[in-house]
């Protein structure tokens, strides 16, 4: 029996429910003579993890099984900060805006600074983790691929 994991909470299903789908987002379930609608809002296969929304209730679920208790015993379940030195540019441009300051802690996927290149503006963003030891760039600074931008403890 798999074990479904809904607002993270346990549930066994009991019973059987029908599931009629519409397009590839929106569908219908059917649960003891009563009948749902609902929204597939993410999917995500590699987690096994889907947020729906049912009658203007969103849930979160999650699928575990066999594999999922052998992933979670093996430690493999654990996401893997990168520690992160330095941000370099990643390509010549102007620092528009910095989002960070000395001291601050970042995680992955935090907005560190805006760069304009080829009249575009790039929004760097995190990929690991660190505290913010010193930033070497200011606004409006011109800086070539490569330059070293931000360094962490």
Same mark, same amino acid.
């Given at each position: ?12 299903p009991?019973?059987?429910a029908n599931v009629?789908?519409?397009?590839? @987002? ?6 003891? %003579? &009563?009948?749902?609608?609902?929204e597939? *809002?993410?999917? +995500?296969?590699? #987690? ?11 849930f ?20 893997k900060?990168?520690?992160? @030195? ?6 010549? %441009? &102007? ?5 960070? *300051?000395v001291? +601050?802690?970042? #995680? ?37 691929k ?8």
């Open positions: 029996m798999h074990k479904w994991i809904i607002d993270r909470e346990e549930v066994f009991s019973g059987k009629f789908w519409h397009d590839e @987002t929106f569908f219908d379930i059917e649960y003891e %003579g &009563r009948r749902f609608h609902a597939l *809002q993410k999917f +995500d296969i590699e #987690k096994a993890t889907l947020e729906i929304k049912v009658n203007h209730r969103v979160s679920l999650k699928r575990e099984n066999a594999l999922s208790d052998l992933i979670k015993s093996m430690g493999l379940d654990k996401i900060l990168k520690k992160l @030195t330095t941000v370099e540019a990643p390509m010549p %441009g &102007r620092v528009i805006e910095l989002y960070i *300051q001291g +601050d802690e970042i #995680k992955p996927g935090d907005s560190l600074l805006s760069l304009e290149a080829m009249k575009m503006e790039n929004i760097l963003k995190s990929e690991g983790a660190g505290k913010v030891k010193k930033i070497e760039v200011k606004p409006d600074q011109v800086v070539d490569g330059f070293v931008m931000i360094r962490f403890d």
